[in-house]
């Protein structure tokens, strides 16, 4: 919801030093978990080879966090550090290599010398795990043999991944012929007690684990395909992993009505959508599974912080690898995206971009999308809208996503003119639009506009006969405290011709945008973004406008 991030941090346990428990796990409240669920080798570098002892007992996970290391993920299980900081953090990092000293977060936007006081002691800087781990990835990268299958490996290849030394190795193989396949990667850490479990989140982005690795098949290389990390292989005893991702059945989507074939187009603002938070297994099966679920065919995004990340999405939709959306195969499609070449505009600590998603399979083709140019005068948006062209059976339509002007909770005057400014300029983009394409008369401006339609604001656009689909008392934001929403920012608008193909329906979708992998303060299962999707339902056997002669929306640019 532009510069604010409304989701709610729970309050800081009296008892610091106490574990949290749910569902007789440990949720780590310090360490980082990312590794856990996000998959990706975390500090491999501070590996320490193992003695001939036992385990570290469980209670050693409670330790400080390395900020020079720590994902975006990791910052997160910080108190008062959401999203929006975490990723402050990690940009800041980026521009200056890696932080010298504790003190230098103070120096990152959000934090500040007096929310550094309170995350003092939760951190601590290490300057050499960066480029240790630079150079261990490098390493890893050019040795195949790194990432193993626990339940086919060989001492030798046990042995290639850093912290696990030749001992260890043979006593992994040793303990696997004597009592059969593992069932899971944490296996190795009870009740085998092979390793402790800092030493598994380091080195887990590097193992794999069997499909059918749960039958205690005492032959373990017949063991078929290895999954490598995904979600198929969570439930584990340690963390948000043990808890199962459930999500409620709901009714197939019936693409016709009425005899009719019809189409939902939907919008969603997944707030800073980058490749670092697509790899959370949650992040990604809520979106994926909201896609299919409601049946969107078209979905409009908003806050991409890298372009790329869309692509992840599409893959998991057209190859699924998590169980949630592989039971939801048979409600896919041929998935395809289109992100913005340039970024839109800024966001917080960098870059935003604005994309599209939309089934091919579904007779939906794009014909062009652009940015909209910038004028001689200057920023017209804060974020430029970007434009698509789509054809979907018989119908021609244009799909304008926005992210107009954030205003804070106590907006300034300033900020306040600037998105009634950015409204106004609504109006020339339109008669752009009808210029660049007068055939064209099917308009869509849909996304977040960080005011509610009722505002005397949008009369500019109702006076070009645009509707707008979400009523004002109807909320578009969700938190974790705050299911039910309080604002409705996110909306969609339709032009005359437009609106005589909608049918009806739309949705604010509030159910199932939730999973117990996504990091909520110092707890897990929060949201994915902090805004809900939206989709409106038109019908696509007609279309009142000319086939349009020029199909190109590249070098739109309001009058300057």
Same mark, same amino acid.
């Given at each position: 919801?532009?510069?604010?991030?409304?989701?709610?941090?729970?309050?800081? #346990?009296?008892?610091?030093?106490?574990?949290?428990?749910? @569902?007789?796990?440990?949720?780590?409240?310090?360490?980082?978990?990312?590794?856990?669920?996000?998959?990706? #080798?975390?500090?491999?570098?501070?590996?320490?080879?193992?003695?001939?002892?036992?385990?570290?007992?469980?209670?050693?996970?409670?330790?400080? &966090?390395?900020?020079?290391?720590?994902?975006?993920?990791?910052?997160?299980?910080?108190?008062?550090?959401?999203?929006?900081?975490? @990723?402050?953090?990690?940009?800041?990092?980026?521009?200056?290599?890696?932080?010298?000293?504790?003190?230098?977060?103070? &120096?990152?936007? *959000?934090? *500040?010398?007096?929310?550094?006081?309170?995350?003092?002691?939760?951190?601590?800087?290490?300057?050499?795990?960066?480029?240790?781990?630079?150079?261990?990835?490098?390493?890893?990268?050019?040795?195949?043999?790194?990432?193993?299958?626990?339940?086919?490996?060989?001492?030798?290849?046990?042995?290639?991944?850093?912290?696990?030394?030749?001992?260890?190795?043979?006593?992994?193989?040793?303990?696997?012929?004597?009592?059969?396949?593992?069932?899971?990667?944490?296996?190795?850490?009870?009740?085998?007690?092979?390793?402790?479990?800092?030493?598994?989140?380091?080195?887990?982005?590097?193992?794999?684990?069997?499909?059918?690795?749960?039958?205690?098949?005492?032959?373990?290389?017949?063991?078929?395909?290895?999954?490598?990390?995904?979600?198929?292989?969570?439930?584990?005893?340690?963390? !948000?992993?043990?808890?199962?991702?459930?999500?409620?059945?709901?009714?197939?989507?019936?693409?016709?009505?009425?005899?009719?074939?019809?189409?939902?187009?939907?919008?969603?603002?997944?707030?800073?959508?980058?490749?670092?938070?697509?790899?959370?297994?949650?992040?990604?099966?809520?979106?994926?599974?909201?896609?299919?679920?409601?049946?969107?065919?078209?979905?409009?995004?908003?806050?991409?912080?890298?372009?790329?990340?869309?692509?992840?999405?599409?893959?998991?939709?057209?190859?699924?690898?998590?169980?949630?959306?592989?039971?939801?195969?048979?409600?896919?499609?041929?998935?395809?995206?289109?992100?913005?070449?340039?970024?839109?505009?800024?966001?917080?600590?960098?870059?935003?971009?604005?994309?599209?998603?939309?089934?091919?399979?579904?007779?939906?083709? &794009?014909?062009?999308?652009?940015?909209?140019?910038?004028?001689?005068?200057?920023?017209?948006?804060?974020?430029? !809208?970007?434009?698509?062209?789509?054809?979907?059976?018989?119908?021609?339509?244009?799909?304008?996503?926005?992210?107009?002007?954030?205003?804070?909770?106590?907006?300034?005057?300033?900020?306040?003119?600037?998105?009634?400014?950015?409204?106004?300029?609504?109006?020339?983009?339109?008669?752009?639009?009808?210029?660049?394409?007068?055939?064209?008369?099917?308009?869509?401006?849909?996304?977040?506009?960080?005011?509610?339609?009722?505002?005397?604001?949008?009369?500019?656009?109702?006076?070009?006969?645009?509707?707008?689909?979400?009523?004002?008392?109807?909320?578009?934001?969700?938190?974790?405290?705050?299911?039910?929403?309080?604002?409705?920012?996110?909306?969609?608008?339709?032009?005359?011709?437009?609106?005589?193909?909608?049918?009806?329906?739309?949705?604010?979708?509030?159910?199932?945008?939730?999973?117990?992998?996504?990091?909520?303060?110092?707890?897990?299962?929060?949201?994915?973004?902090?805004?809900?999707?939206?989709?409106?339902?038109?019908?696509?056997?007609?279309?009142?406008?000319?086939?349009?002669?020029?199909?190109?929306?590249?070098?739109?640019?309001?009058?300057?």
């Amino acid at each position: 919801m532009g510069g604010l991030c409304t989701c709610c941090r729970p309050q800081v #346990p009296k008892d610091r030093n106490s574990t949290i428990k749910h @569902h007789g796990s440990i949720l780590h409240r310090r360490t980082s978990i990312s590794a856990a669920f996000s998959y990706e #080798p975390n500090n491999p570098s501070e590996v320490v080879p193992l003695s001939k002892t036992h385990a570290t007992p469980l209670p050693t996970i409670f330790s400080t &966090l390395d900020i020079n290391t720590a994902t975006e993920e990791d910052l997160m299980t910080l108190p008062m550090i959401g999203r929006v900081i975490a @990723h402050n953090i990690v940009e800041y990092r980026k521009q200056i290599g890696c932080f010298r000293r504790v003190e230098d977060l103070a &120096l990152v936007s *959000g934090i *500040g010398a007096t929310k550094l006081e309170k995350l003092r002691k939760e951190i601590h800087v290490s300057t050499s795990t960066a480029n240790a781990t630079k150079s261990l990835l490098h390493n890893s990268e050019s040795n195949s043999s790194v990432i193993v299958d626990i339940n086919s490996a060989s001492a030798d290849q046990f042995s290639n991944i850093e912290g696990i030394s030749d001992e260890l190795a043979v006593k992994i193989v040793n303990y696997r012929n004597t009592n059969g396949s593992f069932h899971h990667i944490n296996d190795l850490v009870e009740p085998s007690g092979l390793i402790d479990v800092h030493t598994l989140l380091k080195i887990k982005g590097f193992l794999a684990i069997s499909k059918n690795s749960g039958k205690h098949s005492r032959n373990a290389s017949s063991a078929s395909s290895i999954v490598r990390n995904t979600a198929s292989n969570i439930s584990f005893g340690i963390g !948000p992993e043990s808890i199962e991702s459930h999500r409620a059945r709901v009714e197939s989507f019936n693409s016709t009505k009425s005899g009719r074939p019809i189409i939902r187009i939907g919008t969603w603002n997944l707030q800073q959508f980058g490749l670092e938070k697509v790899q959370n297994p949650g992040v990604r099966e809520v979106v994926c599974a909201t896609i299919l679920e409601t049946g969107i065919k078209i979905l409009v995004v908003q806050e991409l912080s890298d372009a790329e990340a869309l692509q992840e999405i599409v893959d998991e939709l057209n190859s699924p690898t998590l169980p949630n959306i592989q039971r939801l195969k048979g409600n896919s499609g041929l998935w395809r995206c289109m992100a913005s070449r340039k970024p839109a505009g800024r966001m917080y600590q960098s870059a935003e971009y604005n994309g599209f998603i939309w089934d091919s399979a579904a007779s939906i083709n &794009l014909y062009s999308s652009s940015l909209l140019e910038k004028t001689a005068n200057g920023r017209d948006f804060v974020r430029c !809208p970007f434009l698509g062209y789509f054809k979907i059976l018989k119908m021609d339509v244009v799909l304008v996503s926005v992210h107009l002007k954030a205003v804070g909770h106590v907006g300034s005057e300033t900020d306040l003119e600037r998105l009634n400014k950015e409204i106004r300029n609504l109006q020339l983009l339109v008669e752009a639009l009808k210029k660049k394409v007068p055939e064209e008369k099917d308009l869509v401006i849909l996304g977040d506009f960080n005011l509610e339609p009722n505002k005397a604001d949008f009369d500019i656009l109702r006076k070009q006969s645009f509707k707008s689909i979400v009523p004002e008392t109807v909320p578009t934001n969700i938190s974790s405290k705050n299911m039910k929403g309080s604002r409705c920012y996110d909306n969609i608008w339709l032009s005359d011709s437009a609106a005589k193909l909608y049918t009806g329906a739309y949705q604010v979708v509030r159910n199932g945008l939730t999973n117990p992998w996504i990091p909520d303060g110092w707890r897990w299962g929060g949201v994915a973004s902090d805004h809900c999707p939206v989709w409106v339902e038109l019908f696509t056997d007609k279309d009142f406008d000319a086939e349009a002669a020029n199909k190109s929306l590249e070098g739109l640019q309001l009058k300057a």
